[in-house]
């Protein structure tokens, strides 16, 4: 779904996207959301669910 | 089906609108990796409500009619009660703030990164575990990069430098002779900044000299603050002013800006040296103890800071930060170096990552709107003014009016060279007088002494067209 037009409208609004820096972002988002955190995410979404009902 | 990897929240729209190259460039990624970026509906309306300029709206949205991007409304086509209840929650747990509410709820429900250049407001309403993207700029000058910053000298110097009784009334800035890297030895090593070197008078007021004697005191009036950080000492500094672009980092453009009085980045003056304190001239010690003497001044914060500098083998890898963080290069200093005012040494070496000289403007082909190039040399060792080339890329539309309005006073009736000029170079140029210096990047020299794909840098109004020398 990658779309081709994005970086050519990332150059127009005067970004020079660099290797590096996408490299960067590559490594924080290998990284999978912990286990224990899609628990806590969970648990906060029933929480808040059952303190709206 | 979407796969989001990431929602921006209200703080993060506004990053990207406003410049911050981080912003930009995770979205990048995330398109390349073939995935989306989740806009919720209430963190575009707080962003597109903050933005002032139309041009930073145009481009948001520009952005928002890419694949990449997703907006996320409030809940399902048809939100449910339960839903909109649950935003409602988060945001209460936000304190009050719908741009965070439905943001970490769509961030939650997506089980996607959390972007922001506000983490702090997020993270009353994320779980404590949950992944957090901070888009804020690294400050510069910590230790972000896992080296050593240079330790402290020894408690007691081994040199006691003399008294003297009064400060200089100048001093001309030691001078890095270009060189590879090196590492063999004790040598300090700093970031090279891109911007104009400054000698700091400080004696009751403040005197910023630049090369050549030039006065910047007046240019720029927020380093007046050195004064205060200096809580009444007498000291003379070395640094370089700089002036931070739309990416946070140092832009010679963005001074440049300044320089010609129009509206600029924030301006900062790293410093790097201390020649004088209180009477005692500094120059005669080692330039690890100067530079040692300086960091207990602890002159940190804005407009002016101390970066740290790193010894050992931290060489290659700070140059790698440098290429990455694409600043200038890398100055590398024997840390037994005395302070040689005036002096080129060979032990200050300067490491840049991109080939850049001093030219003379010596004339220009008009184009169809502005300038089509610039022709420009360097003189040699009998004075004569020699074309090393032309210069027709790297102009910004300011940088090329501003150009035009400098010329009409230097226009001359003939060529100034004193050399030949290609044919093809000559024809249609007009001639000026040669007292414009610029900065000019380039690949390499030719073997006749011509700049290969010179491009533009900026206008060098410290320096006189008699110092640019061709390479000897």
Not at chain 2, 130 to 136: E, G
Request: hydrophobic share 40%; with cysteine; aromatic share 6%.
């Amino acid at each position: 779904m990658t779309d081709p037009t994005l970086d050519e409208v990332l150059r127009a609004a005067g970004f020079e996207v660099t290797e590096a820096g996408r490299r960067r972002w590559r490594a924080e988002l290998s990284r999978p959301i912990p286990a224990a955190a899609l628990q806590d995410a969970k648990d906060l979404l029933a929480r808040v669910r059952g303190r709206a009902a | 089906m979407s796969d989001i990897a990431a929602v921006y929240d209200g703080s993060a729209l506004l990053a990207y609108a406003h410049g911050q190259i981080a912003a930009a460039e995770l979205i990048s990624e995330i398109n390349a990796e073939g995935r989306q970026v989740g806009v919720p509906a209430a963190c575009l309306a707080t962003a597109l409500a903050a933005l002032t300029d139309d041009w930073d709206v145009k481009q948001l949205m520009a952005l928002l009619g890419t694949r990449t991007m997703v907006v996320l409304p409030l809940g399902t086509e048809q939100p449910t009660e339960d839903e909109l209840r649950q935003v409602g929650e988060l945001t209460r747990l936000a304190g009050g703030d719908l741009d965070v509410g439905h943001a970490v709820a769509a961030a939650l429900t997506h089980r996607a990164y959390y972007v922001t250049a506000n983490p702090k407001a997020a993270e009353v309403a994320l779980p404590p575990t949950w992944p957090v993207l901070d888009l804020r700029p690294v400050r510069l000058v910590s230790d972000r990069f896992g080296l050593a910053v240079a330790p402290t000298a020894e408690p007691t110097p081994p040199e006691t430098p003399p008294p003297d009784t009064e400060m200089p009334a100048h001093v001309e800035p030691m001078l890095a002779t270009p060189g590879e890297l090196p590492t063999e030895g004790d040598w300090g090593y700093e970031f090279k900044w891109d911007g104009v070197r400054a000698i700091a008078h400080v004696d009751g007021d403040l005197r910023l000299v630049g090369r050549n004697h030039t006065d910047l005191t007046a240019t720029y009036p927020e380093l007046d603050a050195l004064r205060a950080m200096l809580a009444g000492r007498r000291a003379v500094l070395d640094g370089e002013i700089v002036a931070l672009g739309r990416n946070g980092l140092p832009s010679f453009a963005a001074l440049q800006q300044r320089i010609r009085g129009t509206p600029a980045g924030p301006i900062r003056f790293y410093l790097f040296d201390l020649l004088h304190l209180d009477g005692t001239d500094l120059t005669v010690l080692p330039y690890a103890e100067r530079r040692d003497a300086l960091q207990r001044l602890d002159i940190t914060g804005d407009p002016v800071d101390t970066p740290p500098y790193w010894t050992g083998d931290a060489g290659p890898a700070l140059l790698d930060a440098a290429r990455e963080l694409g600043l200038e290069g890398v100055i590398a200093k024997r840390l037994t170096s005395p302070y040689r005012p005036g002096r080129r040494s060979p032990t200050w070496v300067k490491v840049p990552l991109t080939n850049v000289t001093e030219v003379v403007v010596a004339g220009f082909k008009p184009g169809r709107r502005s300038i089509a190039s610039l022709l420009v040399g360097k003189y040699d060792e009998q004075d004569r003014l020699v074309y090393v080339g032309q210069v027709s890329t790297g102009f910004t539309a300011d940088a090329l009016r501003d150009l035009r309005e400098r010329f009409e006073a230097l226009r001359g009736p003939r060529d100034p060279f004193d050399g030949p000029v290609p044919r093809q170079h000559a024809r249609h140029a007009e001639w000026l007088r040669p007292v414009l210096v610029a900065d000019v990047t380039f690949r390499s020299w030719t073997p006749d002494a011509k700049l290969r794909q010179p491009a533009w840098k900026g206008l060098r109004v410290d320096r006189t067209a008699a110092e640019v020398r061709l390479p000897s």
